[in-house]
């Protein structure tokens, strides 16, 4: 079990001990500047449902105590002697991950987030000679943006652009690139959106930002296929169609009428039945990191050319060209703005698949009126 740095502790932050995925206060360290580095102050942190996989065990990690986030907006404290990119007072963002080797090919194509030695910004340790000041600071493994402050390489620091706010900046540094990327691949880089639908399967976190990129990139149509008709009125006040994928008949007469589909669900669910939806040559894409595996018949895909594929977050180049392809179509997700004592319940809410479409972005504020906690759980969770 990963334990906490003995390092002076200079930052407040909300996060997990054990499985049961309670959100307690409790105090970290973070690291003293490096040549390259940005400190920031947190002000605002998205929360996604991989916070919660990361936290109740569902992805196998066990460095504890782990305060999760990785929707981040905040403003530059300090920067490193070498940091040419960034300023004092900046607002800026840090999305999923806060290092890389840099000298791989992914890197060199900035791809970063397939390099084999990326580290995630929260639950990862740190590979020999690669975040070693963050190390000495953190402990074993990276700690998120639940947190009062956090001091990352300016290569994974983003510039938020003029006239976002930081409100909901965070949010499009993982809802945002995780639909923009396959997006920009299916659509803008093949000729753009006339003549496409897309269907996104879920209609939470995601599926709301990838509504709104494709109607962006100008496709003629953007359909929701969910469990039920629960969130029908949610989908039709941001002009999409919508299907319940129960509703057998529904989904047989939407058979080959899309061009892609992104699937944003992270829990296990049937693909093989919703795959029909495709046009021949279309593409599946999944989002959601669902730890079981589909079943697929290998005849369907044949007699219809489907493409199934994975997509994981962008690249530095790509996130900060999604920003700015936000901030140029003024793309602003679903999102409210609670204080860090609802998050325990909104957590909870994510896990039982009982939240909103909206995103809820935590005000790092209001973490100051919580009553902070040692590692031993002596005061009980957050409240």
């Not at 409790?26 to 003293?32: H, M, T």
């Not at 080959?256 to 829990?267: C, E, K, Q």
């Amino acid at each position: 079990m990963a334990t906490l740095s003995n390092a002076t502790k200079n930052a407040l932050a909300l996060g997990s001990f054990d499985t049961k995925a309670e959100l307690y206060c409790f105090e970290i360290a973070r690291p003293e500047v490096g040549p390259n580095d940005v400190a920031i102050d947190i002000q605002y942190c998205g929360m996604c449902h991989s916070d919660c996989h990361a936290c109740n065990g569902d992805w196998g990690l066990d460095s504890w105590p782990i305060a999760p986030g990785h929707e981040i907006a905040g403003v530059v404290t300090a920067i490193g002697r070498s940091v040419s990119k960034f300023k004092v007072g900046e607002k800026v963002g840090v999305g999923c991950m806060v290092e890389s080797c840099r000298n791989c090919d992914m890197c060199q194509d900035g791809l970063e987030q397939h390099c084999p030695n990326m580290i995630q910004t929260y639950g990862s340790a740190f590979p020999k000679g690669k975040g070693d000041n963050m190390k000495d600071a953190e402990g074993n493994h990276t700690n998120g943006g639940y947190s009062t402050a956090i001091t990352v390489n300016e290569h994974f620091v983003f510039h938020i652009p003029e006239g976002m706010d930081m409100k909901y900046a965070g949010i499009l540094l993982c809802a945002g690139i995780t639909t923009y990327s396959p997006l920009s691949r299916h659509i803008l880089q093949k000729g753009g959106g006339k003549g496409k639908k897309v269907a996104i399967v879920g209609f939470g976190g995601l599926g709301q930002m990838a509504i709104k990129l494709a109607k962006a990139m100008g496709v003629d149509s953007v359909t929701i296929l969910s469990r039920s008709d629960k969130k029908k009125d949610q989908a039709s006040k941001l002009g999409c169609e919508y299907i319940a994928y129960s509703n057998e008949d529904s989904v047989k007469g939407a058979i080959r009428s899309f061009d892609v589909v992104l699937d944003t669900v992270s829990a296990p669910h049937d693909i093989a039945s919703l795959m029909p939806v495709l046009k021949v040559g279309g593409a599946y894409v999944l989002l959601g990191a669902v730890g079981k595996p589909f079943e697929i018949s290998a005849m369907s895909l044949i007699f219809n050319r489907y493409a199934i594929e994975g997509s994981l977050i962008g690249g530095v180049p790509e996130t900060q060209e999604m920003l700015d392809f936000c901030a140029k179509h003024q793309i602003v997700p679903e999102y409210r703005v609670i204080d860090a004592k609802e998050a325990n319940q909104q957590f909870k809410a994510m896990m039982n698949g009982e939240s909103l479409a909206d995103r809820c972005v935590i005000d790092i504020a209001t973490l100051k009126n919580l009553e902070v906690i040692d590692s031993k759980l002596e005061n009980g969770p957050a409240q």
